[in-house]
């Protein structure tokens, strides 16, 4: 959702951009009053910050000083109550389905009422709700059961992401690709440490160590699928090393970098969350928009797309990002997206990643009414 709009940046409601179902709110973290203290330890590209540094404090001098800069949130659920889906300990059966072997073109199967252990999900390919329905699909194991709402029109895939995944998607078919990749991070080792029986569920993630996650991206058949005038988007970290790397898989795909957009991070007064000014970990992430080299000329719509832009937005859960299909169907109209390494389900998207429906469970969910005085938290209490 799109709060508003002002002449140098777009401000976002992070939970209300994902595709929720009718009544619903999608749970979040509280929101922060006041900036964090910087930390001490350098950890950006400093000649891409110095760049970035004149645009982003343009974005936030634009801000009104009055303005609501999120709509009211609703607690995050029990971490314990999640479920685990990278533990093969809780799985009836670990088998895997034979990606390499897939070689039809894109045909999903509808996504079932009832999956009876998480394990069958993992060797059932892609699944698909084609109706323009929210529908529930309910895994009884691991139990308890749990129920997940999954959005009209969309398809997923749960299990670990390999070049074979993109298979069935079919060769120049995917308007937008956007990627979210498991950067080693120390942040999400230290939050991944503070959940339980070693699961994400305190809003760690797991990622992949600095050579497996390259040698994956590498391999993955992005500019196969791309549509010729497809666009691929990366967030990527404030390390130069990733900036530099995503650079190099730009080639790899036959890529270039087209557009540089950047979600800067405020509280709810509309400060940033950590000075842009200050030195260490950013306030701000980076989202890298690619798109076939030699298209000289793009349609104005797609051009569009493919501008330097910034948004602003109250951060929330740890390492969730803004969803994107709003802005992306605004200037490529009944596109077919695909995002990677992904957590919940979009609207039209087809969605792959070993925990693609975590955030789709009922648990993350909670009823409109319940939304009173918005529930905010001091510097000690969120995080980037």
């Avoid at 079932?112 to 059932?124: G, K």
Wanted: aromatic residues 8%; contains cysteine.
């Amino acid at each position: 959702m799109s709060l508003f709009n002002t002449s140098h940046c777009t401000v976002l409601d992070i939970p209300t951009t994902h595709s929720t179902p009718p009544g619903l709110r999608l749970r979040s973290s509280p929101a922060p009053i006041i900036p964090y203290k910087p930390t001490l330890q350098p950890t950006s590209d400093i000649a891409a910050h110095t760049r970035l540094l004149p645009r982003l404090l343009t974005a936030l001098s634009s801000l009104p000083t009055d303005a609501p800069f999120h709509t009211p949130r609703l607690p995050p659920p029990n971490p314990e109550d999640e479920l685990n889906f990278t533990d093969p300990n809780l799985l009836l059966c670990t088998t895997e389905p034979d990606l390499e072997d897939l070689e039809d073109p894109f045909d999903p199967q509808p996504c079932p009422e009832t999956v009876d252990d998480l394990s069958d999900l993992l060797i059932a390919g892609i699944l698909t709700n084609a109706s323009e329905e929210w529908k529930t699909m309910t895994i009884t194991h691991p139990t308890p059961s749990r129920p997940f709402h999954i959005p009209p029109r969309s398809s997923f895939q749960l299990g670990r992401i390999t070049p074979a995944s993109f298979a069935p998607l079919g060769k120049g078919t995917v308007d937008f690709l956007l990627l979210d990749p498991p950067w080693p991070s120390a942040s999400a080792q230290r939050k991944r440490k503070r959940g339980t029986s070693g699961t994400a569920a305190a809003g760690g993630y797991r990622t992949e160590n600095r050579f497996e996650i390259w040698e994956l991206l590498e391999g993955l058949p992005v500019g196969e699928v791309l549509a010729k005038d497809g666009v691929v988007a990366v967030w990527i970290t404030n390390a130069g090393r990733v900036r530099k790397g995503v650079e190099g898989l730009w080639k790899k795909w036959g890529l270039e970098e087209r557009a540089e957009w950047c979600w800067v991070k405020i509280t709810t007064s509309g400060e940033a969350v950590v000075s842009l000014e200050a030195e260490g970990k950013r306030g701000y992430e980076v989202l890298l928009m690619g798109a076939r080299k030699g298209e000289a000329s793009l349609a104005a719509p797609l051009a569009r797309l493919l501008e330097n832009k910034v948004v602003v937005g109250v951060p929330e859960v740890h390492s969730r990002k803004p969803c994107l299909r709003k802005i992306v169907e605004k200037e490529m109209p009944g596109h077919k997206g695909v995002e990677v390494f992904a957590r919940c389900l979009t609207e039209g998207w087809t969605s792959f990643g070993d925990e693609v429906v975590r955030f789709n469970w009922e648990g993350w969910w909670g009823d409109e009414v319940e939304c009173g005085e918005d529930d905010e938290v001091d510097k000690d209490k969120s995080t980037l």
